[in-house]
């Protein structure tokens, strides 16, 4: 047993410790204690978490894992393995940090067991590559019938393909199993190195949830759709009213404030621990962009930032709950009303 | 039911061959129509395929196919299930509007809902097992949650109201 103490000139107030134990002939048992001030605990803010989160001891700590990995046997690696893999191909990188082709070159370079598995097998290392690199088009191509047929056309094909299916699949696992279906090598592949599968499912995960104009653009139609509907019933009470019907544009309208005022509710109990954010949500509300928002931030897999009391997914839920509920049925049927009467 | 599907065809043909209709109030009922079919489909979706819903709520999510073929027919028929649900309801309840006015609408909806709220009292399955202090705040939230969602699943069909405790099995009959 080792055990390393990390102390800080800059940084007293901080301090780690890093215990490694080794419990089994190929494994270790890490364990890291932080001592920091209470202060640091109480920080709220995404940005003063990310600044601790970026200090030089969890810098060190990642930076041995990473070491760790390197030296890691093909013949030990196991699924923990390969979500630690996983991890660090979906690393992101800062500005200061090299771009991802040159990220992965050193993957390649630096990680024993992947570059000893890339030599084995020669599709590996296209695939991973084309799959992180997010590469898409390319047909479907003829595979071989073993593994060991297996060139780096194929490798590269079958990472296109990945990338394909998971655009189209609701979700990672989707796209993996449909993938597996369509090239029964990789089944064989996947039984014979236990880390491979967990690696792809979170490679996929992090493709899938990845910020991109596409969504950005989905996002945005759904703002102008959402805006269009409201434009049109206040064209159809506008109606009512302009044809002496005043009682019914008048119960339309209470419709659409009541439900305005319910999803105003709705953002001041989900986000009344934060004012800033607050304020913004309120203000999308307002403008009836909120539903863009909402949508970009599943989409995106946002994490909460820890004010909010509930995640994004429900969110967006309870929203367009209050919204067909209050607005979108009642109009719906004051509509209809509305035809009929004139028949 | 036939007289209603009668009715129904009857006043579509009287809107197709009508030529006072205002195109932007037809264009106002089916956004309307289209936007709400399009909320409770993408709900019901993204809280189906959540890793989440899955997760905790394996008899009730997980119903949505996660690729390939079956999943966009799912994807289509949910959302024609929605629009086809909304339009017959609010033809439905147009008609009862134009026969007798708001309070037969009220009538039949409030009867509904009444008949619906005595078959969970008598199935001894009204109220949510929610983690309030106040009995009153438990029974408000109950009735709260069943009306909404009786409205919802009754004008939209949405298929996670459709669940066996909510609005489905014998309720659905």
């Known amino acids: ?22 419990i089994g002939e190929n494994e270790c048992k890490v364990e890291v204690l932080f001592l920091m001030p209470l202060a640091l605990l109480k920080m709220t803010s995404k940005k003063q978490k990310e600044a601790i989160m970026i200090s030089q001891p969890f810098r060190m700590i990642a930076c041995i894992h990473q070491i760790f990995q390197d030296w890691r046997t093909l013949e030990t690696m196991d699924k923990l393995d390969g979500v630690i893999m996983g991890s660090l191909l979906t690393a992101k990188s800062t500005s200061a940090q090299k771009n991802l082709s040159s990220r992965m070159e050193e993957f390649w370079t630096n990680n024993r067991s992947m570059a000893k598995l890339s030599e084995e097998n020669k599709f590996f290392k296209p695939l991973i590559n084309s799959i992180v690199l997010h590469r898409k088009r390319g047909g479907p191509g003829q595979m071989g019938k073993s593994l060991k047929l297996l060139t780096e056309q194929h490798g590269e094909i079958l990472g296109r393909q990945f990338n ?7 979700t990672e696992e989707g796209a993996v199993q449909s993938w597996l279906k369509k090239y029964p090598l990789m089944v064989e592949f996947s039984e014979r190195h236990s880390f491979f599968l967990p690696m792809l499912y979170l490679v996929g995960k992090d493709i899938k949830h990845a910020v ?30 302009d044809k002496g019907m005043g009682d019914t544009g008048f119960v339309m309208l209470t419709f659409v404030g009541v439900s305005l005022l319910l999803q105003l509710g709705l953002v001041t109990v989900i986000h009344h621990k934060n004012s800033s954010r607050w304020r913004f949500e309120i203000l999308a509300t307002l403008t009836y962009t909120k539903p863009a928002f909402n949508k970009f931030r599943v989409l995106t897999n946002q994490k909460s930032e820890g004010h909010e009391l509930m995640p994004p997914v ?29 028949f | 039911m036939n007289w209603l599907a009668q009715c129904t065809v009857i006043q579509i043909m009287s809107i197709l061959s009508s030529t006072n209709v205002d195109n932007i109030l037809l264009l106002s009922v089916v956004l309307s129509a289209g936007m709400t079919s399009e909320c409770v489909t993408y709900m019901t979706y993204i809280k189906d395929i959540s890793e989440e819903g899955r997760r905790l709520g394996k008899l009730f999510y997980g119903f949505v196919p996660l690729s390939g073929f079956r999943l966009i027919m799912v994807r289509i028929s949910m959302y024609m299930l929605s629009f086809c649900q909304l339009i017959g ?51 408000v939230f109950t009735l709260l949650q069943r009306i909404s969602s009786k409205i919802v699943a009754d004008f939209t069909g949405m298929l996670h109201c459709r669940h066996p405790y909510e609005l489905g099995g014998s309720t659905g009959c």
């Open chain 1, 1 to 22: 047993m080792s055990r390393v103490r990390l102390k800080h000139k800059e940084q007293e107030n901080k301090r780690c410790t890093l215990s490694i134990v080794q």
């Open chain 2, 89 to 139: 309801k609010c033809f439905g309840m147009s008609i009862l509007y134009n026969l007798g006015g708001p309070v037969l609408v009220l009538q039949v909806l409030g009867g509904e809902m009444l008949a619906y709220l005595l078959y969970k009292v008598v199935r001894k399955d009204l109220v949510y097992s929610v983690s309030l202090k106040s009995k009153h705040l438990i029974i």
């Open chain 1, 164 to 170: 394909s299916m998971l655009n189209a699949a609701a």
């Open chain 1, 314 to 342: 429900t969110e967006m839920v309870c929203f367009k709950i209050l919204e067909v509920f209050c607005e979108s049925i009642p109009v719906s049927f004051f509509s209809f009303s509305l035809h009929f009467a004139s």
């Open chain 1, 212 to 241: 991109t104009w596409e969504k950005l653009a989905s996002s945005a139609i759904a703002a102008a759709f959402a805006l269009f509907d409201v434009i049109t019933d206040l064209y159809t009470i506008n109606y009512y009213y």
